[in-house]
Protein backbone atom coordinates (compact mmCIF):
# COMPACT_ATOMS: atom_id res chain seq x y z
CA UNK A 1 0.00 0.00 0.00
CA UNK A 2 3.15 2.43 0.44
CA UNK A 3 3.59 2.00 -3.66
CA UNK A 4 5.45 5.17 -5.33
CA UNK A 5 3.09 6.93 -6.98
CA UNK A 6 3.82 7.33 -10.51
CA UNK A 7 2.85 9.57 -12.72
CA UNK A 8 1.95 9.81 -16.23
CA UNK A 9 0.83 12.38 -18.79
CA UNK A 10 -0.53 12.64 -22.35
CA UNK A 11 -1.41 16.25 -24.00
CA UNK A 12 -4.84 17.63 -22.38
CA UNK A 13 -7.85 16.70 -24.94
CA UNK A 14 -8.58 19.95 -26.75
CA UNK A 15 -12.06 19.00 -27.45
CA UNK A 16 -14.89 21.31 -25.87
CA UNK A 17 -18.31 20.52 -26.13
CA UNK A 18 -19.20 24.71 -27.16
CA UNK A 19 -16.35 24.50 -29.28
CA UNK A 20 -18.03 25.29 -32.69
CA UNK A 21 -20.20 27.72 -31.06
CA UNK A 22 -16.73 29.33 -29.30
CA UNK A 23 -16.12 29.52 -33.03
CA UNK A 24 -18.39 31.00 -34.71
CA UNK A 25 -19.12 33.64 -32.25
CA UNK A 26 -15.77 34.93 -32.72
CA UNK A 27 -15.74 34.89 -36.77
CA UNK A 28 -19.09 36.07 -36.80
CA UNK A 29 -17.83 38.84 -34.07
CA UNK A 30 -14.97 39.94 -35.91
CA UNK A 31 -17.26 40.39 -38.95
CA UNK A 32 -19.80 42.24 -36.28
CA UNK A 33 -16.89 44.61 -35.56
CA UNK A 34 -15.43 45.16 -39.19
CA UNK A 35 -18.81 46.35 -40.11
CA UNK A 36 -19.33 48.47 -37.52
CA UNK A 37 -15.87 50.37 -38.17
CA UNK A 38 -15.42 50.13 -41.80
CA UNK A 39 -17.39 53.55 -42.40
CA UNK A 40 -14.68 55.34 -40.13
CA UNK A 41 -12.13 53.54 -40.97
CA UNK A 42 -10.44 57.26 -42.81
CA UNK A 43 -10.95 58.89 -39.48
CA UNK A 44 -9.52 57.06 -36.74
CA UNK A 45 -5.90 55.30 -36.31
CA UNK A 46 -5.89 51.66 -37.27
CA UNK A 47 -4.79 51.58 -33.52
CA UNK A 48 -7.88 52.36 -32.42
CA UNK A 49 -9.58 49.90 -34.33
CA UNK A 50 -7.97 47.13 -33.36
CA UNK A 51 -8.77 47.08 -30.06
CA UNK A 52 -12.02 46.34 -30.67
CA UNK A 53 -11.36 42.80 -32.58
CA UNK A 54 -10.11 41.61 -29.21
CA UNK A 55 -13.74 41.87 -27.76
CA UNK A 56 -15.42 38.56 -29.89
CA UNK A 57 -11.93 36.43 -29.17
CA UNK A 58 -12.55 37.37 -25.68
CA UNK A 59 -16.13 35.64 -25.83
CA UNK A 60 -15.14 33.00 -28.17
CA UNK A 61 -12.66 31.85 -25.45
CA UNK A 62 -15.20 32.22 -22.61
CA UNK A 63 -17.88 29.78 -24.42
CA UNK A 64 -15.98 27.60 -26.73
CA UNK A 65 -12.31 26.82 -24.65
CA UNK A 66 -8.63 27.93 -25.83
CA UNK A 67 -9.34 26.12 -29.08
CA UNK A 68 -12.15 28.83 -30.62
CA UNK A 69 -10.07 31.84 -28.72
CA UNK A 70 -6.91 31.19 -31.32
CA UNK A 71 -9.00 30.50 -33.94
CA UNK A 72 -10.78 33.71 -32.82
CA UNK A 73 -7.68 35.31 -32.96
CA UNK A 74 -6.37 34.64 -35.86
CA UNK A 75 -9.55 35.57 -37.59
CA UNK A 76 -9.76 38.79 -36.33
CA UNK A 77 -5.68 39.48 -36.98
CA UNK A 78 -6.66 38.31 -40.64
CA UNK A 79 -10.33 40.46 -40.78
CA UNK A 80 -8.02 43.56 -39.56
CA UNK A 81 -5.24 43.23 -41.75
CA UNK A 82 -7.82 42.63 -45.28
CA UNK A 83 -10.37 45.72 -44.35
CA UNK A 84 -8.22 48.03 -42.18
CA UNK A 85 -4.33 48.18 -43.41
CA UNK A 86 -3.08 49.42 -46.96
CA UNK A 87 -3.52 47.84 -49.38
CA UNK A 88 -6.74 47.21 -48.38
CA UNK A 89 -8.70 43.92 -49.52
CA UNK A 90 -5.16 42.26 -49.53
CA UNK A 91 -3.29 40.20 -46.97
CA UNK A 92 -0.05 42.48 -48.03
CA UNK A 93 0.73 45.23 -45.46
CA UNK A 94 2.85 48.19 -46.46
CA UNK A 95 3.44 50.34 -43.61
CA UNK A 96 5.35 49.44 -41.32
CA UNK A 97 3.50 50.93 -37.98
CA UNK A 98 0.18 48.40 -39.77
CA UNK A 99 2.90 46.18 -39.49
CA UNK A 100 3.40 46.41 -35.67
CA UNK A 101 -0.41 46.76 -35.23
CA UNK A 102 -1.45 44.04 -36.82
CA UNK A 103 1.50 41.97 -34.43
CA UNK A 104 0.59 43.89 -31.13
CA UNK A 105 -3.62 42.87 -32.31
CA UNK A 106 -2.77 39.42 -32.60
CA UNK A 107 -0.71 38.81 -29.50
CA UNK A 108 -3.18 40.66 -27.63
CA UNK A 109 -6.01 38.90 -29.02
CA UNK A 110 -3.56 35.15 -28.08
CA UNK A 111 -3.48 36.92 -24.54
CA UNK A 112 -7.55 37.78 -24.13
CA UNK A 113 -8.19 34.05 -25.20
CA UNK A 114 -6.00 32.85 -22.42
CA UNK A 115 -7.70 35.50 -19.98
CA UNK A 116 -11.02 33.88 -21.06
CA UNK A 117 -10.38 30.32 -20.47
CA UNK A 118 -9.07 31.26 -17.47
CA UNK A 119 -11.96 33.21 -16.50
CA UNK A 120 -14.02 29.69 -17.67
CA UNK A 121 -12.17 27.39 -15.41
CA UNK A 122 -12.75 29.71 -12.24
CA UNK A 123 -16.58 30.16 -12.95
CA UNK A 124 -16.52 26.35 -13.28
CA UNK A 125 -14.61 25.89 -10.26
CA UNK A 126 -16.84 28.30 -7.92
CA UNK A 127 -20.01 26.13 -9.14
CA UNK A 128 -18.36 22.45 -8.56
CA UNK A 129 -17.07 23.81 -5.12
CA UNK A 130 -20.66 24.80 -4.09
CA UNK A 131 -21.93 21.89 -5.04
CA UNK A 132 -19.23 19.93 -2.95
CA UNK A 133 -20.04 21.89 -0.21
CA UNK A 134 -23.82 20.96 -0.74
CA UNK A 135 -22.76 16.91 -0.89
CA UNK A 136 -21.14 17.65 2.36
CA UNK A 137 -24.05 20.06 4.48
CA UNK A 138 -26.48 17.06 3.29
CA UNK A 139 -24.38 14.42 5.29
CA UNK A 140 -24.14 17.24 7.97
CA UNK A 141 -28.01 17.70 8.61
CA UNK A 142 -29.09 14.13 8.56
CA UNK A 143 -26.42 13.47 11.41
CA UNK A 144 -27.37 16.70 13.38
CA UNK A 145 -31.03 15.08 12.76
CA UNK A 146 -30.17 11.45 14.31
CA UNK A 147 -31.36 10.14 10.83
CA UNK A 148 -30.51 6.21 10.88
CA UNK A 149 -27.23 4.57 10.37
CA UNK A 150 -28.37 3.05 7.18
CA UNK A 151 -29.71 6.24 5.60
CA UNK A 152 -26.68 8.11 6.85
CA UNK A 153 -24.45 5.28 4.78
CA UNK A 154 -26.49 5.88 1.36
CA UNK A 155 -26.83 8.90 1.62
CA UNK A 156 -22.72 9.02 1.61
CA UNK A 157 -22.70 6.30 -1.19
CA UNK A 158 -25.08 8.59 -3.54
CA UNK A 159 -23.01 11.57 -3.02
CA UNK A 160 -20.05 9.76 -3.50
CA UNK A 161 -21.56 8.59 -7.34
CA UNK A 162 -22.76 11.95 -8.05
CA UNK A 163 -19.40 13.47 -6.79
CA UNK A 164 -16.61 11.25 -8.88
CA UNK A 165 -19.64 10.52 -11.64
CA UNK A 166 -18.56 6.33 -10.52
CA UNK A 167 -20.29 3.79 -12.11
CA UNK A 168 -21.23 2.11 -8.76
CA UNK A 169 -20.26 2.34 -4.99
CA UNK A 170 -20.28 -0.14 -2.09
CA UNK A 171 -20.33 0.18 1.72
CA UNK A 172 -18.80 -2.93 3.00
CA UNK A 173 -18.21 -3.29 6.66
CA UNK A 174 -15.05 -5.20 6.98
CA UNK A 175 -11.77 -3.15 6.69
CA UNK A 176 -9.59 -5.74 5.09
CA UNK A 177 -7.56 -3.28 2.61
CA UNK A 178 -6.10 -4.99 -1.19
CA UNK A 179 -7.19 -1.78 -2.88
CA UNK A 180 -5.43 1.01 -3.66
CA UNK A 181 -6.07 3.60 -0.73
CA UNK A 182 -7.87 6.86 -1.13
CA UNK A 183 -5.83 9.14 1.74
CA UNK A 184 -6.90 11.90 3.52
CA UNK A 185 -4.74 14.29 1.61
CA UNK A 186 -6.48 12.55 -1.76
CA UNK A 187 -3.16 10.87 -2.44
CA UNK A 188 -3.87 7.80 -4.46
CA UNK A 189 -1.64 4.47 -2.87
CA UNK A 190 -1.33 1.55 -3.94
CA UNK A 191 -1.62 1.49 -7.43
CA UNK A 192 -0.04 4.16 -10.83
CA UNK A 193 -1.55 7.51 -10.42
CA UNK A 194 -2.31 8.08 -13.98
CA UNK A 195 -2.66 12.11 -15.01
CA UNK A 196 -4.96 12.96 -17.95
CA UNK A 197 -4.73 16.60 -16.93
CA UNK A 198 -6.57 15.36 -13.90
CA UNK A 199 -6.63 12.31 -11.62
CA UNK A 200 -7.45 8.97 -13.40
CA UNK A 201 -8.94 6.77 -11.20
CA UNK A 202 -8.37 3.06 -11.59
CA UNK A 203 -11.65 1.28 -12.55
CA UNK A 204 -11.10 -2.01 -10.18
CA UNK A 205 -11.91 -0.14 -6.73
CA UNK A 206 -10.47 2.08 -5.15
CA UNK A 207 -10.62 1.65 -0.63
CA UNK A 208 -11.99 5.26 1.35
CA UNK A 209 -11.85 4.04 4.82
CA UNK A 210 -14.71 5.25 7.50
CA UNK A 211 -12.74 5.18 10.78
CA UNK A 212 -12.41 7.74 13.57
CA UNK A 213 -10.85 7.58 17.45
CA UNK A 214 -8.88 4.57 16.46
CA UNK A 215 -12.03 2.28 15.63
CA UNK A 216 -12.53 1.23 11.97
CA UNK A 217 -16.38 0.87 10.63
CA UNK A 218 -16.06 -0.25 7.27
CA UNK A 219 -14.69 1.28 3.94
CA UNK A 220 -16.38 2.69 0.50
CA UNK A 221 -15.14 0.94 -2.22
CA UNK A 222 -15.41 3.32 -5.44
CA UNK A 223 -15.38 1.96 -8.82
CA UNK A 224 -14.93 4.42 -11.12
CA UNK A 225 -15.78 4.22 -14.92
CA UNK A 226 -13.16 3.43 -17.52
CA UNK A 227 -11.24 6.91 -18.15
CA UNK A 228 -12.50 8.79 -15.02
CA UNK A 229 -11.15 12.23 -13.86
CA UNK A 230 -11.35 13.34 -10.78
CA UNK A 231 -9.45 16.53 -9.33
CA UNK A 232 -7.41 16.62 -6.02
CA UNK A 233 -10.30 18.60 -4.73
CA UNK A 234 -12.98 16.51 -5.27
CA UNK A 235 -10.89 13.29 -3.96
CA UNK A 236 -10.39 15.34 -0.71
CA UNK A 237 -14.11 16.02 -0.61
CA UNK A 238 -14.25 12.12 -1.19
CA UNK A 239 -12.54 11.62 2.38
CA UNK A 240 -14.35 14.19 4.00
CA UNK A 241 -17.71 12.83 3.28
CA UNK A 242 -16.39 9.22 4.62
CA UNK A 243 -14.81 10.94 7.71
CA UNK A 244 -18.19 12.76 8.56
CA UNK A 245 -19.73 9.31 8.31
CA UNK A 246 -17.54 7.79 10.54
CA UNK A 247 -17.49 10.66 13.23
CA UNK A 248 -21.28 10.30 13.18
CA UNK A 249 -20.82 6.31 13.96
CA UNK A 250 -18.38 7.10 16.37
CA UNK A 251 -20.80 8.98 18.67
CA UNK A 252 -23.57 6.89 18.45
Same mark, same amino acid.
Given at each position: MNARTTLQHRPPDLGDPNLAFGVLIGVAGSGAVALLMLPFRDEFANADFALGFVIPVLIAAIVGGRVAGVVSAVVAALTFNFLFTQPYLSLRINDRDDIVTFVVLFLVALIAAEAGVRSRRGQHAARRSQSELERLRRILDLAVND???? !? @??????? !? *?? $? *? +??? %? /???? !?????? $? @?? *? +?? /? /? $?? *? %?GTPLVVWGEAVLPTGGVEVPVRARGRDFGRFVLYARPETQASLEQRVVAVALADELSLTLSAS
Open positions: APTA !E @LIDTARD !E *LV $G *L +LHL %E /RCDY !ESDAHG $G @LP *L +LT /R /R $GA *L %E
